[in-house]
C-alpha cells in the first residue's frame, strides 16, 4: 500500500463557470443546503392542497428503512450536475494521498476537523470530477451524519444520494460487513468541534473518542486519517470561548438536541470565504480484527492513531495552510 505522495486535482472546467455566477451558485447552493428543512415546512402554508402528500412524504422520512441500511441511496448522476462545477472552481480543491488502498481490506476513512458545515468532504466526495475516484479506485466511500439528518424532508434526500449513511453503531458495522470497497467514512470531532472552529489554532475533539478505534478492531478495519486543510476558513464562527455565555448555551442546546448550532457568518453574510481545500489523506494503520477488544486493545490503537495524525499535520501544513499556528488535541 505504499507509495509516494501524489496530489489529484480537479479535470478542467468549462470557460463560463468564472465570474459572479460562480459566487452566486455557491451561494445558492449553501443557502438551499441550510434552509431545506424549512422548504418543506412552507409548502404547507403556500399549497395546502399537498398535505395529504407532504404528511405522507414525511411519514416516510420518518421511517425511511434507508437510514440505517449501511450504504444510503447513492446516485452517480448527482456527482456530475453542472453546480458541483462551480462549487469545485470556487474551492478549487485538491486531493493529497500518501498510499493507495487496497477495495479488498476494510477501511475507515477518519476525517478531520469537522468545521461548520463540513463543506470539504461534500465537494471533495461529492464532486466527481474532483478525483476522489481516481485517486481510490474501486473505493466508495459513505460519509456517517447523524441518524436524524438523514430523515429531514428533501435534506435526508440528498444526503443519502450523496452515499451518506448514519452514524449508528449498526450503520457502521453493516457498511464494513459489506466488503467490495465500501468504507465508512466518519467526521470524528462531530457536532462538538464545530463549535470550535478558528483559522489559526485547530482544536480536534479526539481525546477521548476512541469508538472509532473500538469498531474498526471489531471488523478488522484499517485506520485512514485525513485532515482537510482549510475547513475552518470556509465561514467564520462569532467568538464563543469555553465558559463565555454563548458556548455554555450552545453545548447545552447540543446536549439535549444531538446537534449543535454553530454561530457563523461568511461573505456579505451566507457566501462561503472562497479558501482552496486540500483533502489529505495519510497511510492507513494496519488494525488486526480483535473479537472482544479490551480497553488496553483500543488506547493502544488510539495513541497510534494520534500519532499518526499529528505526524499527518505537522509534515503537510506549512505546504497547505501557511496561517496553521498549532493543532490542539482536546
Request: proline fraction near 7%; include cysteine.
Amino acid at each position: 500500500m505504499g507509495k509516494p505522495v501524489r496530489e489529484i486535482v480537479p479535470e478542467e472546467l468549462a470557460p463560463d463557470s468564472k465570474g459572479w455566477i460562480q459566487t452566486v451558485v455557491v451561494t445558492l447552493f449553501c443557502v438551499g443546503v441550510a434552509i431545506c428543512p424549512l422548504f418543506y415546512l412552507s409548502l404547507f402554508v403556500m399549497a395546502p392542497w399537498l398535505w395529504p402528500v407532504l404528511l405522507a412524504y414525511g411519514m416516510f422520512c420518518v421511517l425511511d428503512p434507508g437510514v440505517e441500511n449501511g450504504v444510503g441511496r447513492r446516485r452517480e448522476w448527482i456527482r456530475t450536475l453542472r453546480v458541483w462545477d462551480y462549487m469545485v472552481d470556487y474551492f478549487e480543491p485538491r486531493i493529497v494521498t500518501e498510499a493507495t488502498l487496497d477495495p479488498e481490506r476494510k477501511c475507515i476513512m477518519c476525517v478531520h476537523p469537522h468545521g461548520i458545515l463540513s463543506f470539504g468532504p461534500q465537494v471533495v466526495v461529492g464532486a466527481k470530477k474532483v478525483g476522489f475516484d481516481r485517486a481510490y479506485p474501486g473505493i466508495t466511500v459513505h460519509p456517517a451524519v447523524l441518524p436524524i439528518t438523514l430523515r429531514i424532508p428533501f435534506f435526508g434526500e440528498y444526503l443519502m444520494s450523496m452515499g451518506a449513511i448514519s452514524s449508528s453503531r449498526d450503520s457502521i458495522r453493516k457498511c464494513l460487513a459489506r466488503g467490495n470497497g465500501h468504507m465508512p467514512g466518519i467526521i470524528i470531532g462531530g457536532a462538538q468541534e464545530s463549535l470550535r472552529t478558528d483559522t489559526k489554532v485547530t482544536s480536534l475533539v479526539l481525546k477521548n473518542r476512541k469508538g472509532f478505534v473500538r469498531e474498526a478492531l471489531l471488523a478488522g478495519a484499517d485506520l485512514v486519517p485525513v485532515f482537510v486543510f482549510n475547513e475552518n476558513k470556509i465561514y467564520r464562527q462569532v467568538p464563543n470561548p469555553p465558559g463565555s455565555l454563548l458556548y455554555r448555551v450552545q453545548r447545552l442546546f447540543q446536549r439535549y438536541a444531538h446537534f449543535a448550532v454553530p454561530v457563523f457568518y461568511g461573505r456579505n453574510g451566507f457566501t462561503p470565504f472562497k479558501t482552496q481545500i486540500t483533502f489529505v489523506a495519510g497511510k492507513p494503520i494496519v488494525v488486526d480484527q480483535i473479537k472482544a477488544p479490551t480497553h488496553q486493545d483500543i488506547d493502544r490503537y488510539h495513541a497510534q492513531y494520534l500519532d499518526a495524525l499529528t505526524d499527518l499535520w505537522t509534515r503537510h501544513h506549512a505546504k497547505y495552510d501557511d496561517e496553521a499556528e498549532r493543532l490542539d488535541i482536546i
